[in-house]
């Protein structure tokens, strides 16, 4: 066995320091680039990476971590699990991701209890696995012309299949995986490494059983390199004993939310330096966890792939000085791994651990409004709308214009915010022209749902280029909460009452929920998580105030991140969905009975928090359903608030027909009342166009129409 390089990360960014990669994927899909323009940007980027690794000292180099949309994804065509459907388009890999026209695209949901998005792959009993290694090996060969060996990166079996609720195929897919081992070896590959985050999720004694015989299998292949089993987002708890005790040379540990593992005869790859947030390590607490671990050999690493983070820091040069000083984004994060590295192999003490003082602040109960029936009758009486009103979620296209217009620093306050005007009255209109019921101001003065109210809160600081992938191209900035929050002045008031200025239609204003500002920001780590969130809470529930004072009436507060923060152990969700719904009330349990608030959430396997949705006491709630296959249907009949569940993908650029609407529209009908039922799409339009928006919404309209008189 080749022995384990010292320094090691489990994978890195891959959308480019300047998002080079969501500009060349968006080329390709519009057209204007050929695929071999965009495997060329990757190749790029791939090489760009390995190159400023090296240069930055690390010694273990993973390859195969590059995605051209997602790393799910690429599995499934690794293994031959592409459905028949697809395999006659086009680009039969795009058109799983995001679909055609004539096709809609697989599932999407959230990675673990992160905000990135993989695409669910979908495995029936009659799929043949046929394995495509030409990635993997692909991407070892241009290292190895770089002259950089390195270690390919590939989802682990288990959890692939877990991803998939396909576990039962486990014999069937271990051949592919056999394979790929071989044809490494093969290569010359010393070290493969094998994605198994699924593990440290509480798990049954049959799925334990599958990883024993999977990796037992797998650890007897003839011909294969070194395995290192990698986990991450978690403590391994009952899975460490049983990958103990099969063949594999070495596993991955997250040792910033786990515990140090005693592995006598296993490598150890310690994940110290965490991929999740952008605060530097304390080397004392670091060492400290290098050294309780047992084990043959110890590797200094990650607590998971890098992806997570922006590239620098270093080109952060408006951020202020203090804060600068705190910050490690991924080339600082390799840096801090290579550092602890040399510090463990030289027998550094761990010294004196930072102390940190933790304020503390009592929760406050959560107000509560009048009983829903109440609220009901007086939200009836006083918006009017009629049954199956048709609504969208609150952003609209953002013109190229609009987006240069923001970018540009030399413009004037004034000529910006009259083009936002310009941009909300063209939303208005189109809405009133379309036939919707409850309209949005189409938000072109945000950037971000989470990043335009991190800039309006104090303890709050934004990058300039601290790009993040959610999903395929879709890049955010995370803002970086590092101070009590307060809101010094109405954010969103403005924009809102201007908008309604402009119809006799009712108006929504838009804010997003506690507990998603909070989750996609990169949190202060000197107070509990929960107390950071009442304090954006309450910032909130003063934004609800003045929009009810300025006289809008339906007011949207969006959590879509509630279901994404949720624990992965069982044992402790019970307390995190207690305290995210109490921050939810206390942001909006100060509106008044006739004004109707709704909430919204996507794309994160809402139907597994219902109660906690239900919870929120919202009195409409908007929710993902046209991507995933209506599945939240199942389990809603007895709801007994407002709910639209998505009759639009947006995450696709095609156009759903009006009896495909409609067809889906009945279908909640048949465990929904008509009088609670919204029509709306899955999420927000900014990443559609006004020509794919418009056809599609006048399909929804003509839907709710037609339906209307006969329920």
Known sequence: MTSFPSSTVLGYPRIG????????????????????????????????????LAELGLEGLPSNTFSLYDQVLDTAVMVGAVPERYRDAEDPYFAMARGTQ?????????????????????????????????????????????????RPVVIGPVTFLLLSNALDRLD??????????????????????????????????????????????LGSTAARPSLLVASYFGDLGEALPVLAATPVEAIGVDLVRGQAPALPGKTVVAGVVSGRDVWRTSQ???????????ADDVVVSTSCSLQHVPYTVAVEDELEPGLRERLAFAEEKVAEV?????????????????????????????????????????????????LLPVTTIGSFPQTSELRAARADRSLPVADYEALVEKEIERAIRVQERLGLDVLVHGEPERNDMVQYFAEH??????????????????????????????????????????????????????????????????????????????????????????????????????????????????????????WAVAAYRRATSVAADRTQIHTHLCYSDADQ????????????????????????????????????????????????????????????????????????????????????VEASLANLVSAARSLRGSV
């Not at 060349?24 to 990476?49: F, I, K, M, N």
């Not at 004392?284 to 047992?294: G, K």
């Not at 602890?340 to 027998?347: I, K, P, S, V, Y």
């Not at 105030?545 to 879509?560: C, H, K, N, Y």
Request: charged fraction near 25%; charge should be negative.
């Open 284 to 294: 004392a607490r670091a060492l400290a966890a290098l050294r309780a671990v047992q």
């Open 102 to 150: 004539g096709l809609p695209p697989l599932r999407m949901t959230k990675w673990f209890d992160t905000n990135y998005h993989y695409i669910v792959p979908e495995i029936g009993p009659g799929t043949v696995f046929k394995l495509d290694a030409a990635k993997p090996l692909g991407e070892v060969r241009q290292a190895r012309a770089l002259g950089f060996e390195t």
């Open 609 to 692: 928090i219902l109660a906690a949705i239900d919870g929120l006491d919202a009195d409409v709630t908007t929710i993902e359903s046209a991507r995933s296959g209506a599945r939240i249907l199942k389990n809603v009949g007895g709801y007994s608030r407002g709910l639209g569940p998505g009759v639009y993908d947006i995450h696709s650029p095609r156009v759903p027909a009006e009896a495909e609407v409609e067809a889906l529209l009945k279908e909640a009908l048949g465990v929904l009342p008509a009088d609670r039922l919204w029509v709306n799409p899955d999420c927000g339009l900014k990443t559609r166009t006004y020509e794919q």
């Open 338 to 386: 290579v550092t602890l590295a040399r510090l463990f192999a030289e027998g550094a003490a761990p010294g004196l651990e930072e102390t940190v003082t933790r304020a503390r602040r009592d929760g406050v109960a959560p107000a509560r409004r009048s009983p829903y029936p109440v609220r009901a009758r007086a939200q009836a009486g006083h918006l009017d709308l009629p």
């Open 172 to 217: 069937d897919v271990l051949g592919c995986y056999e394979e790929l081992l071989s044809a490494l070896a093969a290569e010359g590959v010393a070290w493969a490494q094998f994605d198994e985050p699924a593990l440290v999720g509480d798990r049954t004694p049959a799925e334990l059983a599958a990883v024993r015989s999977a990796y037992d299998r």
């Open 457 to 578: 809160l104090d303890g709050f600081a934004v990058t300039r280029h601290g790009w993040v992938q959610s999903y395929g191209s879709r890049c955010t900035r995370p803002p970086l909460l590092h101070g009590d929050v307060s809101r010094p002045a109405p954010i969103t008031v403005r924009w809102a009452t201007y908008a309604s200025s402009l119809t006799a239609k009712p108006v929504k204003g838009m804010l997003t929920g506690p507990v998603t500002i909070v989750a996609w920001s990169f949190v202060r780590d000197d107070l509990p998580l929960r107390e950071v969130t009442f304090q954006v809470a309450d910032a909130i529930a003063e934004e609800v105030r003045d929009l009810e004072a300025a006289g809008i009436s339906i007011i949207q507060v969006d959590e879509p991140a509630l279901r994404e923060l949720l624990p992965l152990r069982a044992g402790a969700q019970e307390d995190y969905l207690e």
């Open 17 to 52: 320091p300047d998002r080079e990669l969501k500009r060349a994927l968006e080329s390709y899909w519009d057209g204007r680039a050929t695929r071999a323009e965009l495997e060329r940007v990757g190749a790029e980027l791939r090489e760009q990476t390995w190159r400023r």
